[in-house]
């Protein structure tokens, strides 16, 4: 349940509102829009008296909530938010993000070529994989903690924010110390038990799309880390798993403008893994930018003949330069910047 309040209310007139709700038993969450402030009943609202609340002065309407996610419900959260990755990258709003960088790090050379040339480009931030969640147990499966840190070497030669993939509880200490914006992959989201410890970091998670799961059920994942604590998440479509075997997945651009509908969490869009082939990188970029992402996550390679992993889908980063003008053109279609 929601109670949104009346324009001009008084903070005597919110009060009374608060502890009404919490007096039906429920934590009150207080959501204060540019235009609107509501109130959202955070547990079981059965007990919440729907009349009594409506007639409260201050109170315009009370709405009941029928999704199980709250706090990424834009019902409890009208306005889109706007999430800080750190070095003054922000994702959400008018400016869109574009995250680019190898599928893995492989040496220093490689991540730190890459790392400028996609920053000469105007990429926002580097991804790049230390840990990789591999189907063969017999393919590279990263650097690891060595990774992170040519990682951040790359990050101290041009500044740009890092992303990196996390795959277990152990290895939280040190991304909450050296990875600025911290990404869960399509196989953990819905590892409950990671998601509720990640949930109690204090840097911003990007929740990628499982292989097959629903909306709803990416949105709930999200759900997962802010009931935690965590309100700092960012969504990324990557694909679904379909019948289709000429790409690599589907690549599900009606996900972006339902989650807009639904949520108030930013999206972004991967297409590299979603079609896993470099020829239609471009093509799906543009259409994600026109569908109404907030950025892009994508993979450069400075030698993707000889890529340790997903070499197929990555771009190099003379292509990588070509793109972001076009993605520039698009985004101004749309009434967004790069």
């Given at each position: 349940m929601v109670v949104i309040m009346k324009p001009g209310f008084t903070q005597r007139e919110l009060e009374e509102a608060v502890?009404?709700?919490?007096?039906?038993?429920?934590?009150v969450m207080i959501s204060r829009g540019s235009e609107t402030t509501i109130l959202g009943a955070e547990g079981d609202a059965r007990g919440?008296?729907?009349?009594k609340l409506s007639q409260l002065p201050g109170v315009e309407r009370v709405m009941r909530v029928s999704e199980p996610y709250?706090?990424?419900?834009?019902?409890?959260?009208p306005d889109d938010s706007v999430i800080d990755i750190g070095g003054g990258v922000k994702v959400g709003g008018k400016k869109l993000t574009v995250i680019a960088g190898p599928c893995s790090v492989e040496s220093e050379t490689q991540i730190t070529a890459v790392a400028r040339a996609v920053k000469e480009s105007g990429a926002a931030a580097l991804r790049g994989g230390a840990?990789?969640?591999r189907t063969s147990?017999?393919?590279f499966q990263g650097m690891g903690e060595k990774g992170i840190e040519l990682l951040l070497e790359a990050k101290e030669q041009t500044g740009l924010p890092i992303v990196t993939e996390l795959m277990s509880p152990d290895q939280i200490p040190l991304f909450e110390e050296k990875v600025d914006l911290v990404q869960i992959g399509a196989r953990n989201m819905q590892n409950f038990d990671l998601l509720k410890k990640v949930g109690k970091m204090k840097k911003p998670i990007l929740l990628k799309r499982g292989l097959s799961s629903t909306i709803e059920e990416w949105l709930m994942s999200a759900e997962y880390i802010m009931a935690a604590g965590n309100d700092q998440v960012i969504l990324c479509e990557r694909g679904i798993r379909t019948f289709e075997t000429y790409t690599r997945n589907t690549l599900d651009l009606s996900a972006v403008l339902a989650v807009k509908t639904l949520s108030h969490l930013p999206v972004v869009v991967d297409p590299s893994h979603a079609c896993g082939r470099a020829a239609m990188v471009e093509r799906m970029s543009m259409a994600a930018i026109?569908?109404?992402?907030?950025?892009?996550?994508i993979e450069v390679h400075n030698d993707p003949k000889n890529a340790l992993c997903d070499g197929a889908q990555s771009i190099t980063p003379y292509d990588f330069a070509a793109l972001m003008p076009k993605l520039s053109q698009v985004a101004g279609c749309v009434g967004r910047e790069l």
């Open positions: 502890r009404s709700m919490e007096q039906g038993g429920v934590k919440l008296d729907e009349e709250k706090k990424a419900n834009r019902k409890y959260h840990y990789k969640p147990p017999y393919s026109a569908a109404g992402a907030d950025g892009l996550i």
